[in-house]
Each structure stands twice: as C-alpha cells, then as structure tokens.
C-alpha cells in the first residue's frame, strides 16, 4: 500500500477503533480489494473468498479496541485473514485444489482474456506449481511480499517472525521456484524443439544406460553440492573441489566404456563436431546455474569458490543428462567437446561466481567503530 493511502488507512482504523462509526467506510474500501484478492488466491474459491472476507471485517469490528494507536492496519488485517483462512482448512470446510488449477479469469480480473497472455498465464502456472511443493513458511513469506506487496516489515508482523526471516524465505522461495519452473521450460523447448527423444541410430540399450549413468553422477554431484554434511559450513573443500573436478571425467570415462560396448557409436559425423550441443547446454544449464549461486549467496565464509564449482558441476551434469537424451551422436570427440567440454565450463564459471557472490566479506574490526 502506497504511504499516503496507508496513512489514511491506518487514520481511519484509529478513529473507527475509537468510536466513529462513520470510519468503517473508509477502512472497508482502504482493505477490502487487497484482502479480497488474497484470500481468492489463498482459497480459488470466491464464494469462500468473500466469506472469509466478511469474517475477517466481522473480527476486526469485535477486536477493534484491541487495535493500538499508531499501529498500521494493513498487516492486522492480513494477520486475522491468514488465521481465519487456516483455521477454516483445519475445520475441513475448504478443499484445496492443487496449485496448477486457476481461478478463472473472469472472477480474477476485469479484462478479458486474449490469447496474447497465453504464454504468461502458463509461466504463472509453472511457478504456483513450483511454489506450491515449497515449505509453507517460506512459501507464506512469498506470497506476502512478492504477490499482496507488502513491505518485509508488514510480513513480518503478520507471520510473528522477524525481518531477516521474511527477507531470507521470500528469497529462498522466489529462486526455488525460479529453478524449477526453468528447468520444467527448458526440458519442454528441449523436448519439443528436439522432435521429442531421438532413437536412431543409437540402440536405444545404450541411451538407457549412458543416460542413467550420467544421472547417478548428477545425483552424486548434487548430494556433494548440496548437502551440508555434519557442518553448518556444507561439505569440506576436498570434497567440493573433487566433485567439480571428477564429475566430467566420470561423465566422459563412462561414455567411452559404452562406447566399447556398441562399436557402432564410435561412427563419426561429418559436419557435427559438436557445437551446437555445446552451446545448447550451456544456454540450458547458464540459468539455474545463476538462480542457485544467488540462492546462496553470502553464505560460505570459508570455501566459496569450491562450493562454487560444485554447482556448477551438478547443473553441467543434469543438463548434459537432458541434452544426451536428444543427441544422435555418440562419437567420443562430438561427445567430448559437445557434452563434456560445456561441463568444465560451466564449474569454471561457477567457481568465478562463488568468489563474487557466495564468499561473505568480513568487515575489518576497526570498521565496526
């Protein structure tokens, strides 16, 4: 809310918690639209929206001698709204709908639908699916400060947390969801624009097996990266450097013992040495990439640059996974320079990243003065 209009809010609210009856208007057209609007997002129902709206303003004509003088209102009533909407839940009264489901346009907005929005709406869709599996804390942080536009303060007073609380969930809740709906996108372009997974000329026995090893060494590399060990600080720095170092000899060594197995891969193709599924995986793996180094950001005083490369070796490893799968060749050189090579790439960038932005600079004791 604008200051001057929560300024003329917060008055009214004082005059109708004193008495004035005549300041319910003000505060009901102050509050309604906002409050409306959340608690339609909260239940996709508008018959449940506008109930729960009327409880919130009946409550808040109950408690109104409760309200303190110089208070701000918006976050009060966004409090009692949150309550009611989830002790309505707990009372079974409402049904959740699973976050891919919309509330039509027509009950949300006043414009009406054209296809240009088309490819909004569906970003939108992928990024409430993505944000519906988060944690509810942090995901109530979002959508408080993100989605209503209220200030980490106000959120803060509405969820009984504290500011740097509101701060860090809304952050790590916008790049979570950030991630996952960029790579559930890229793996469509991938998909679509590729022609769907190609199976000739390679036996389909050998994409099953390069494709599920090369996910096993993601999965090690993530479990490297992201895992915090029995440290506050994650993973060593041994550890960090050897999963940014192993990762593409592992990925490259197993493609070579495949390619033993079925001599017919090791045919090369003229014209193909690889450069476009070079640049195709670094233009799919730049992105989540950037997301999770921000996610991280000034949280390892100790070995950012490894931590760092470690990212950057799980992404190179799930996106070469993804590109290996639409890839026809085989052949160790296109694979070295187009699948293995954007991986060593991809650590040398993350690591240049984590000394930019993972690191935590420490202030000089005679700066604190």
């Known amino acids: 809310m604008a200051g001057a209009e929560g300024a003329a809010a917060d008055a009214a609210m004082e005059r109708y918690a004193a008495g004035d009856e005549s300041a319910f208007a003000n505060v009901y057209d102050a509050l309604a639209p906002r409050l409306y609007r959340y608690l339609l997002r909260k ?124 701060k860090m969930r809304a952050h790590r809740a916008a790049n979570l969801a950030f991630v996952g709906a960029a790579v559930t996108a890229l793996l469509s372009v991938l998909l679509t624009f590729g022609g769907g997974l190609d199976k000739d000329p390679r036996p389909s026995a050998f994409v099953a097996g390069t494709t599920l090893a090369w996910a096993c060494v993601a999965l090690l590399a993530t479990w490297i990266a992201l895992g915090r060990g029995r440290s506050m600080l994650g993973r060593p720095r041994l550890w960090l450097a050897g999963a940014a170092l192993v990762t593409p000899a592992l990925l490259f060594a197993w493609m070579l013992v495949w390619n033993a197995l079925y001599p017919e891969t090791l045919r090369a193709w003229a014209g193909r040495p690889g450069f476009l599924c070079l640049d195709f995986t670094l233009a799919m793996g730049a992105w989540p990439l950037v997301a999770l180094v921000l996610a991280r950001r000034s949280s390892d005083p100790v070995h950012p640059r490894a931590t760092g490369a470690a990212l950057g070796a799980m992404v190179g490893a799930w996106t070469g996974s993804l590109i290996n799968l639409n890839c026809r060749i085989a052949n160790p050189a296109h694979v070295a320079l187009g699948h293995v090579l954007p991986v060593v790439i991809l650590v040398a960038l993350a690591s240049w990243l984590g000394m930019r932005f993972i690191t935590t600079r420490v202030v000089p004791a005679r700066d604190w003065a």
């Open 43 to 166: 239940s996709r129902e508008v018959q449940a929206a506008e109930d729960l709206l009327q409880q919130m303003f009946l409550q808040m004509h109950r408690s109104r001698g409760q309200f303190s003088r110089g208070a701000a209102v918006m976050p009060w009533a966004y409090a009692i709204a949150r309550r009611l909407f989830i002790d309505r839940i707990r009372r079974g009264q409402l049904e959740l709908r699973i976050a891919a489901e919309h509330v039509s346009v027509a009950a949300c907005s006043d414009e009406p639908p054209v296809n240009g929005i088309l490819e909004a709406r569906q970003l939108a869709q992928r990024l409430a699916q993505e944000l519906s599996r988060l944690p509810a804390a942090h995901r109530a942080a979002f959508e408080l400060v993100r989605q209503e536009g209220l200030s980490h303060a106000e959120a803060a007073q509405v969820l009984g947390t504290t500011i740097a609380a509101v």
